[in-house]
């Protein structure tokens, strides 16, 4: 290996600090090649398909090394390089060439071509307006063309082609190439790297490129990478990329685990089980049922043609063969992705690092996306896709039983109502500005006073929204109990003569939809949007909506219309008109509202039979309070109470029993014959050490976090509670009284 590139690995190394673990470097030649062969195994996994062969054969231009079908002229962002296709299609053709089974084993015309197509890399040097070809795809894919058949090939177009795979470098070279940045990029460039060491058989550089990606699987809380909520920032804007970025930087660390394990490489145990907390925790927690995707955590791509597919099983299959550490959780997730029979786990978890909310029961997964003044909105949409998307972290709350309910939906949607959120109608949608649109897609939050409480399994979300994209105010809050969840919003406020709207739910058309006024059942024809007054439950697709006092609702079934194009600048976007049929059920608050509020309660799995009986008592839910001050819920069933404070105040529960904080924060009581059990706290605002309550009742007892003052005469307690801090301020602290 060359000195420069000796140096750069090295000056990457020195930048992951003091390493708190050692990789053994007792490693000897056999090691090194049972890694390297383990690499080529995977790599040839696949099966072959001929037929493509075939195709990619037919398409060569022996005159030119080129491929038809490429444009080859393109290099802009929005075009997504389609260059890139080039390399991958001769590594594809590397896998025939090396596979016995392929009917192009050793086959020379397949060789010759492979040769041809390198040289017309090479003589070319294509070089994308975006990094992420120029330093990944396209080195990624020459890499494992080398690991395959480089030793085949001529050497001095091998010696060439090294310049292209030193592209994906580990340290910044300014002018030139970004560098590998902390987390996912570092992971993924430090994974080709280590690639090409095995077939350059540079065992010094391998060595410190394997410690790298074993350093890598750490806490890098504020900063890109894996947050201590065990969410995940790509970038410094600090939004939400657990599911994306952050499984690929996942999933790059399992599968060199894997390579080196019982090698003289072999990962130490306590890494391998922190990646098992940060699957468990982070990314099966953010997605339905550790299964399908949350679509409230995707961003940019969702303006893309994608669907709701199973996971695959890889990454959790070499888990258990890594270590035995939370094994039932990983499996009971590994038997879902297969279609089988599991345990769905039931929990509640705000990720405070990143405002979002997700829960879970066996029959539902839901969420709250939102932002603050610690962090963004939403990514900025790199690239193309993405450019209507300004409204989803706005409270975003999608719902999902089977995790198809939004699937290919995306071109025909009102991205003025998205699930969950209030928003001001415009005229005109808008558009990202980078794109010849009127608004930029990625905004800073304007308040602090944004977050949630859980206790590992229930839990609330509250969220003191003002827009920066319209000038809208409403206090938002989400209450979440086992089989149903709680929606209130009051001082919704905007300045501008147009409406203000909150949408209950924007889903796929899948059935009837049943609604219930004045004592009547009907179901809504085909085709019909209608402005109901006096409706008090509404029912579709198995998910019953409760409206606690009879209220007005806006409701449709209706065909919608729309292109790909319409929603991304991508250049690969469709422009063929599509028709999807679409369920929306919404509020309107009318021109310009002063004080409007809205509630409602979410039922999931749910006959409209099975509603209409639970919908007289509002399913034993009692609404205590929902003003801009405040926000209560109690659940009569489980004896559990949820609170928002906006500000300091007092709520009354029952039999004469109240609460009061001295400042704004959330709590969470679990009551049991009017005496409290727990309490739950948190600071949204993560501006208080301490929270302060007086509850009804003597309670005289204390612990390492709280203390309690009882007040006898009075019947009352008071209890401070000490407050996480640091990397931990937002999250929450359960006591026991």
């Known amino acids: 290996m060359n000195t420069i590139m000796n140096q750069a690995v090295k000056a990457a190394f020195l930048l992951i600090g003091t390493v708190l673990f050692t990789v053994s470097t007792n490693a000897d030649a056999d090691d090194f090649a049972v890694i390297k062969g383990r690499v080529v195994d995977q790599l040839m996994e696949a099966e072959i398909n001929d037929e493509r062969i075939a195709e990619i054969i037919e398409a060569f231009n022996p005159d030119d090394g080129s491929f038809a079908g490429i444009n080859y002229e393109d290099v802009s962002r929005e075009a997504q390089f389609p260059q890139?296709?080039?390399?991958?299609?001769?590594?594809?053709?590397?896998?025939?060439?090396?596979?016995?089974?392929?009917?192009?084993?050793?086959?020379?015309r397949v060789k010759e071509i492979i040769v041809r197509g390198l040289q017309h890399w090479i003589?070319?040097?294509?070089?994308?307006?975006?990094?992420?070809?120029?330093?990944?795809?396209?080195?990624?894919?020459?890499?494992?063309?080398?690991?395959?058949?480089?030793?085949?090939?001529?050497?001095?177009?091998?010696?060439?082609?090294?310049?292209?795979?030193?592209?994906?470098?580990?340290?910044?070279?300014?002018?030139?190439?970004?560098?590998?940045?902390?987390?996912?990029?570092?992971?993924r460039?430090?994974?080709?790297?280590?690639?090409?060491?095995?077939?350059?058989?540079?065992?010094?550089?391998?060595?410190?490129?394997?410690?790298?990606?074993?350093?890598?699987?750490?806490?890098?809380?504020g900063g890109r990478g894996m947050q201590h909520d065990f969410s995940f920032h790509h970038r410094n804007d600090r939004v939400n990329n657990t599911t994306s970025y952050g499984y690929g930087y996942a999933n790059i660390f399992g599968e060199w685990a894997y390579y080196v394990a019982g090698t003289g490489y072999a990962f130490p145990t306590d890494r391998i089980n922190h990646l098992v907390d940060y699957y468990l925790d982070g990314i099966y927690k953010q997605l339905v049922y550790g299964v399908y995707m949350d679509i409230g955590v995707i961003n940019r791509f969702i303006t893309q043609q994608i669907s709701s597919r199973p996971r695959g099983t890889l990454e959790i299959e070499r888990q258990l063969k890594s270590t035995d550490y939370r094994s039932d959780e990983l499996t009971d997730i590994l038997k879902l992705r297969k279609g089988q029979e599991a345990n769905i786990r039931s929990f509640a978890k705000f990720f405070w690092q990143t405002e979002h909310f997700a829960f879970?029961?066996?029959?539902?997964?839901?969420?709250?996306?939102?932002?603050?003044?610690?962090?963004?909105?939403?990514?900025?949409?790199?690239?193309?896709?993405?450019?209507?998307?300004?409204?989803?972290?706005?409270?975003?709350?999608?719902?999902?039983?089977?995790?198809?309910?939004?699937?290919?939906?995306?071109?025909?949607?009102?991205?003025?109502?998205?699930?969950?959120?209030?928003?001001?109608?415009?005229?005109?949608?808008?558009?990202?500005?980078?794109?010849?649109?009127?608004?930029?897609?990625?905004?800073?939050?304007?308040?602090?006073?944004?977050?949630?409480?859980?206790?590992?399994?229930?839990?609330?979300?509250?969220?003191?929204?003002?827009?920066?994209?319209?000038?809208?105010?409403?206090?938002k809050?989400?209450?979440?109990?086992?089989?149903?969840?709680?929606?209130?919003?009051?001082?919704?406020?905007?300045?501008?003569?147009?409406?203000?709207?909150?949408?209950?739910?924007?889903?796929?058309?899948?059935?009837?939809?049943?609604?219930?006024?004045?004592?009547?059942?009907?179901?809504?024809?085909?085709?019909?949007?209608?402005?109901?007054?006096?409706?008090?439950?509404?029912?579709?697709?198995?998910?019953?909506?409760?409206?606690?006092?009879?209220?007005?609702?806006?409701?449709?079934?209706?065909?919608?219309?729309?292109?790909?194009?319409?929603?991304?600048?991508?250049?690969?976007?469709?422009?063929?008109?599509?028709?999807?049929d679409i369920f929306l059920l919404g509020i309107d608050h009318g021109m310009s509202p002063e004080d409007a509020s809205y509630q409602?309660?979410?039922?999931?799995?749910?006959?409209?039979?099975?509603?209409?009986?639970?919908?007289a008592n509002n399913r034993g839910i009692e609404i205590l309070s929902n003003t801009p001050a405040l926000q209560a819920v109690m659940h009569k069933d489980l004896g559990i109470c949820q609170i928002a404070f906006f500000e300091a105040g007092?709520?009354?529960?029952?039999?004469?029993?109240?609460?009061?904080?001295?400042?704004?924060?959330?709590?969470?009581?679990?009551?049991?014959?009017?005496?409290?059990?727990?309490?739950?706290?948190?600071?949204?605002?993560?501006?208080?050490?301490?929270?302060?309550?007086?509850?009804?009742?003597?309670?005289?007892?204390?612990?390492?976090?709280?203390?309690?003052?009882?007040?006898?005469?009075?019947?009352n307690t008071e209890v401070v509670i000490n407050?996480?801090?640091?990397?931990?301020?937002?999250s929450s602290i359960t006591i026991s009284l």
């Open 84 to 108: 890139r296709r080039h390399p991958r299609k001769i590594f594809v053709l590397a896998r025939a060439y090396k596979a016995p089974p392929s009917h192009y084993h050793q086959n020379d």
């Open 123 to 187: 003589e070319h040097d294509y070089v994308a307006d975006n990094w992420y070809p120029n330093q990944i795809s396209v080195p990624r894919n020459l890499a494992h063309l080398m690991l395959l058949i480089g030793d085949a090939l001529p050497a001095d177009l091998v010696e060439q082609a090294q310049a292209v795979i030193r592209r994906a470098t580990l340290e910044r070279q300014p002018g030139v190439f970004y560098g590998a940045r902390p987390g996912g990029d570092r992971m």
């Open 189 to 221: 460039i430090a994974d080709i790297v280590a690639k090409n060491f095995l077939f350059l058989q540079d065992r010094e550089a391998f060595d410190e490129t394997i410690k790298i990606i074993a350093g890598e699987i750490k806490f890098n809380t």
């Open 360 to 475: 879970q029961r066996p029959r539902f997964y839901t969420s709250v996306r939102m932002y603050s003044t610690r962090n963004r909105n939403y990514e900025v949409p790199y690239n193309g896709p993405g450019i209507v998307t300004h409204h989803r972290a706005d409270g975003a709350n999608y719902l999902s039983l089977d995790g198809h309910e939004y699937d290919g939906i995306w071109p025909a949607y009102d991205w003025q109502k998205v699930s969950g959120t209030t928003v001001m109608q415009k005229p005109q949608r808008h558009v990202a500005r980078r794109y010849g649109g009127n608004m930029p897609v990625q905004m800073e939050g304007l308040t602090d006073f944004v977050g949630g409480l859980d206790d590992g399994l229930y839990g609330a979300a509250v969220y003191d929204f003002k827009s920066p994209h319209d000038r809208l105010e409403a206090r």
């Open 477 to 580: 809050s989400w209450f979440f109990f086992d089989n149903e969840y709680v929606c209130l919003g009051a001082g919704i406020h905007s300045e501008p003569d147009l409406p203000a709207y909150t949408t209950i739910n924007q889903a796929r058309l899948r059935g009837d939809v049943t609604l219930h006024r004045e004592g009547q059942t009907e179901v809504l024809p085909q085709e019909k949007s209608l402005d109901a007054k006096n409706i008090k439950w509404v029912h579709h697709d198995g998910v019953g909506y409760i409206l606690p006092e009879p209220a007005a609702v806006n409701l449709s079934n209706r065909t919608r219309e729309g292109r790909w194009s319409d929603i991304s600048a991508d250049k690969r976007a469709s422009e063929e008109l599509v028709s999807r």
């Open 600 to 615: 409602y309660i979410v039922v999931p799995g749910v006959t409209p039979e099975q509603l209409s009986v639970a919908s």
């Open 650 to 715: 007092e709520i009354e529960l029952a039999h004469g029993a109240s609460v009061s904080m001295y400042s704004h924060g959330m709590a969470m009581l679990k009551m049991e014959e009017n005496r409290i059990k727990e309490l739950t706290v948190s600071d949204p605002s993560r501006t208080l050490n301490k929270i302060s309550l007086t509850v009804s009742g003597v309670y005289d007892s204390g612990g390492e976090n709280f203390t309690t003052h009882p007040n006898a005469d009075q019947n």
């Open 723 to 730: 407050l996480p801090d640091d990397v931990y301020a937002g």
